[in-house]
C-alpha cells in the first residue's frame, strides 16, 4: 500500500503562492506518474498537473500554464505543486494521485486525502 501525504495549503490572497507537498509512504513500489487534481465545491474533481516519475516529463491543465509548477524529488519519493498568480477560481481542495501500474496518462491507483487551497480577492 502507498501512502500518500499532502501539504502546504492554506488561505492566500489573489496574486500570492503557495507550494504543496505530496510524500509518499512506500519506496518498494515502482513510481510511474504522479499528478495533481482538484474540486471545487459544487465542480467535479479536474486535472491540474502530472509529472513523469523517471523522464520528468510535465503536463499541465491550461487553466494553470505558465502559473504552476509540477515537480519531484525522487530521492524523497515527494512531488510539489508551485502555484504562483493564484486566482480565487483556484479555490479548491487539492489532492494528489499516483500511478503504480503504469496505466497511462489519466488514471491513478492511490491518493491521497486532499489540502484546503483557498484564494481571497
Known amino acids: 500500500q502507498v501512502q500518500l501525504v499532502e501539504s502546504g495549503g492554506g488561505l492566500v490572497q489573489a496574486g500570492g503562492s503557495l507550494r504543496l507537498s505530496c510524500a509518499a509512504s512506500?519506496?518498494?513500489?515502482?513510481?510511474?506518474?504522479m499528478g495533481w487534481f482538484r474540486q471545487a465545491p459544487g465542480k467535479e474533481r479536474e486535472f491540474v498537473a502530472a509529472?513523469?516519475?523517471?523522464?520528468?516529463?510535465?503536463y499541465y491543465a491550461d487553466s494553470v500554464k505558465g502559473r504552476f509548477t509540477i515537480s519531484r524529488d525522487n530521492t524523497k519519493n515527494t512531488m510539489y505543486l508551485q502555484m504562483n498568480s493564484l486566482k480565487p477560481e483556484d479555490t479548491a481542495v487539492y489532492s494528489c494521485?499516483?500511478?503504480?501500474?503504469?496505466?497511462?496518462?489519466?488514471?491513478?491507483?492511490?491518493w491521497g486525502q486532499g489540502t484546503q487551497v483557498t484564494v481571497s480577492s
Open positions: 494521485a499516483a500511478d503504480t501500474v503504469n496505466y497511462g496518462m489519466g488514471t491513478y491507483d492511490y
Open positions: 509529472i513523469s516519475w523517471s523522464s520528468g516529463r510535465t
Open positions: 512506500e519506496r518498494t513500489f515502482i513510481m510511474y506518474r
